[in-house]
């Protein structure tokens, strides 16, 4: 078993505290596994002694356990890279495990907080390179299709236009995978200084420079791979979460209306 495996049941009962704790430790996973309790009790703002009761609370004996299975779960990178090199069963069981993953650990909290942002009708803008134009081609005819003005900045004159254009009201989705795209990351810092415009990214779940300057961050799992020097990674976890936040939108307007019928 690894860490998820053992952590999957007790998800639901966490505090919000204690999601935070978990979410840092997924986050930081690598860095995580090498910190003595202090060390990462340290960084949590929290006790060693309550770093061990939330770590009783998701299913560990105790700290030891905890990095092993840790330890455990740190995936050979040649299969990361390559998923063929293995049997194409034990590939789809980690395809069908990386989007469970990430709709399960899924802050929902986050998700409210974009319906609110929604639900005031603003302009949606969209800022994506290389594989991710695709998902932002497919966000952009999404939320179209329920009404939104979605713009899709497609190359770089086209993002430096808007960058110029950007409206405080306006909702700005980054999707970058990796997190440190250094364009992206320029825009984002651009932003933040001449808009108040609301950024929110989907990145991986690892910490990264897209994640610590947007307003909210969902995160995504997914094994890189990479194939004749071309980034060939599944995006499919992050077509998951646009179509959550695209559904529950569509629920809460059905819900309005049914309320104010």
Request: with cysteine; net charge neutral; glycine share 4%.
């Amino acid at each position: 078993m690894d860490f998820f495996d053992i952590t999957s049941k007790h998800i639901s009962k966490l505090s919000e505290n204690e999601k935070k704790l978990y979410n840092f430790i997924i986050r930081n996973m690598d860095e995580v596994k090498h910190l003595t309790i202090r060390s990462i009790a340290s960084k949590c703002y929290v006790s060693p002694a309550t770093f061990i009761r939330f770590l009783r609370k998701i299913g560990f004996s105790g700290y030891s356990e905890f990095i092993a299975i840790l330890k455990y779960t740190d995936y050979d990178p040649i299969k990361n890279h390559n998923p063929f090199v293995v049997s194409q069963e034990e590939y789809r069981l980690e395809y069908l495990k990386n989007i469970y993953e990430t709709v399960r650990v899924l802050d929902h909290k986050n998700i409210d907080k974009i319906i609110q942002y929604l639900a005031t009708n603003p302009r949606i803008v969209v800022m994506a390179r290389g594989l991710n134009k695709s998902i932002a081609h497919y966000f952009e005819y999404l939320f179209s299709g329920i009404g939104f003005e979605v713009v899709f900045p497609e190359d770089h004159y086209f993002r430096y236009m808007i960058l110029n254009q950007i409206r405080d009201t306006d909702l700005v989705f980054f999707l970058s995978y990796g997190g440190e795209d250094k364009k992206l990351i320029n825009d984002i810092e651009k932003l933040n200084i001449k808009s108040k415009a609301t950024i929110i990214s989907i990145t991986s779940a690892n910490n990264n420079s897209v994640q610590n300057l947007s307003h909210i961050n969902l995160y995504v799992f997914a094994d890189s791979i990479e194939f004749n020097g071309i980034d060939m990674t599944s995006r499919i976890s992050m077509i998951s979460i646009i179509e959550i936040i695209a559904y529950k939108y569509m629920e809460s307007i059905k819900k309005n209306k049914h309320e104010n019928m």
